[in-house]
Nanobody, 130 residues
């Protein structure tokens, strides 16, 4: 079984920071990728950031590039999303997902990283407001 649990959401002021966690007990980050998505009220779910398995690349949506960054804690099977310089438009439910059991993808690219995300957490709410 694959279980993903997000945490770290909450209220932040514009310009502030939050760090989200995606915990995936038993999931090897050497073999599987992790992606973050978000869904704001009245909007479609959108891609945010993705990290490939092993030594693969990290990719970001243009609107968060330079403000958000991913990191791995392989020993604890956890991926973090550091969010800086938050904006009201960042308000959304943030979800993480993994492409398990897809081990090999055809390329190391933005599209390949986000492709095949089949297992999802329940989400954590981020609110950016004064």
């Amino acid at each position: 079984q694959v279980q993903l649990v997000e945490s770290g959401g909450g209220l932040a002021q514009p310009g502030g920071s939050l760090r989200l966690s995606c915990s995936a007990p038993g999931l090897s980050l050497d073999y599987y990728g992790i992606a973050w998505f978000r869904q704001a009220p009245g909007k479609e779910r959108e891609e945010v950031a993705c990290v490939r398995n092993g030594a693969g690349g990290t990719y970001y949506k243009d609107s968060v590039n330079g403000r958000f960054s991913l990191s791995k804690d392989k020993a604890n099977n956890t991926v973090y999303l550091q969010m800086n310089n938050l904006k009201p438009d960042d308000t959304a439910v943030y979800l993480c997902a993994t492409d398990y059991p897809t081990i090999k993808k055809i390329s190391d690219s933005y599209d390949a990283c986000f492709y095949g995300m089949n297992h999802w957490g329940e989400g954590t709410l981020v609110t950016v407001s004064t």
